[in-house]
């Protein structure tokens, strides 16, 4: 594990997303339906058309996405990126390096949410590139869109206990990674902020020698097309990033 200094703006993630082309059992290409634990995620749509699906407490949502559309959501809400034709989208996500060590969680049936051994196993990818991730990978895709599809059912019909019960699920799935969290929000996006605040103390006392250590910064890509949640993602490894495995 690795910190280097000067995030990203905020301290947040940045990767390039190509919504998956596979039709799932409703009909619809897209990707695995999830949640973020405690990170707020942002689609910059750059290229294509398509539609961001949520699950919140108001209900069912569609989100029609083509370029120069910006959309976001708070974490707990469940969503699924849909193809419509060439989606390509940048994804800026909060407290960078969470996400990576697993704050987002699909929507598996509850059987499979209430036991890690068997969680882990459906989310696993076996490597990052050839057929068998991509089936694997199409795989964890459908399995997460039977669990959707029965809380999208639910809510539409009014009832929000099976989204609020897999809400739950989730947290006390991720509960062990909460300690190992909170060093990489302390790492990253804490001390970002806190740097901030040194910087207006500097200011207001008049002393301004913070500004000497100026840098500027490029990256390109570390892994091109890995099988992400949403689609086929464009990973960065960034400065001031926590350097983890890759989110699968």
């Known amino acids: 594990m690795v910190s280097l200094p000067h995030p990203l703006p905020g301290a947040v993630g940045l990767s390039h ?10 009909g619809v290409c897209g990707g695995s339906p999830h949640l973020h634990l405690v990170c707020t995620e942002a689609y910059v749509v750059t290229g294509g058309r398509g539609a961001v699906q949520t699950l919140t407490p108001e209900g069912y949502r569609e989100t029609p996405l083509e370029a120069g559309s910006v959309a976001w959501f708070s974490p707990g809400t469940v969503h699924r990126m849909v193809q419509g034709g060439g989606l390509r989208i940048t994804v800026l996500m909060q407290n960078s390096g969470l996400p990576e060590a697993g704050d987002a969680v699909f929507t598996f049936p509850p059987e499979i949410l209430a036991d890690p051994d068997r969680y882990a196993e459906a989310a ?3 490597g990052v590139s050839g057929p068998a991730v991509e089936s694997a990978a199409r795989r964890r895709r459908d399995l997460a869109v039977a669990g959707y599809l029965v809380l999208r059912e639910a809510l539409e019909a ?10 739950r699920a989730a947290a006390k799935l991720v509960r062990p ?5 909170r060093e990489l ?3 990253g996006a804490l001390a970002t902020a806190e740097r901030t605040g040194a910087q207006l103390d500097a200011l207001e006392a008049g002393e301004p020698e913070y500004l000497a250590g100026s840098m500027a ?3 390109a890509p570390s892994r091109l097309g890995g099988y992400g949640m949403c689609g086929r993602r464009d990973e960065y490894a960034l400065p001031g990033t926590t350097l983890h495995a890759p989110e699968a």
Do not use: I, N, T
């Not at 997303?17 to 409703?26: C, K, R, T």
């Open 185 to 187: 929000w302390r790492a």
């Open 177 to 181: 990674k909460v300690a190992d969290w």
């Open 124 to 126: 696993a990818l076996p």
């Open 217 to 219: 910064y490029d990256s």
């Open 17 to 26: 997303l190509s919504a998956y082309e596979w039709e799932a059992a409703d």
């Open 158 to 167: 009014g009832d929000s206990g099976p989204y609020r019960e897999f809400q």
